[in-house]
């Protein structure tokens, strides 16, 4: 879920979110490196994948992050 109603509905219902991001990072965060990870994430927003821009920015960041 990418969406940040969403998001604001389950925090405050207590529940924890995982987007369709988590398993790229969960990826890079593993070992594999973020160059690749980062063309997933890319390819998905190409095939149209919906991504609020700021979770977008902050995955972008996460992986730069990883591979510094």
Not at 10 to 28: K, Q
Not at 37 to 46: F, G, I, K, P, S
Request: glycine content about 6%; charged content about 25%; proline content about 4%.
């Amino acid at each position: 879920m990418d969406e940040t109603y969403g998001r604001d509905v389950a925090a405050t219902e207590g529940i924890t979110t995982r987007g369709t991001a988590y398993p790229v990072l969960s990826i890079a965060t593993r070992g594999r490196s973020a160059p690749p990870t980062r063309a997933a994430l890319d390819a998905m927003v190409e095939a149209d994948w919906y991504c609020a821009l700021d979770v977008y920015a902050r995955v972008v960041r996460k992986l730069d992050s990883i591979a510094d």
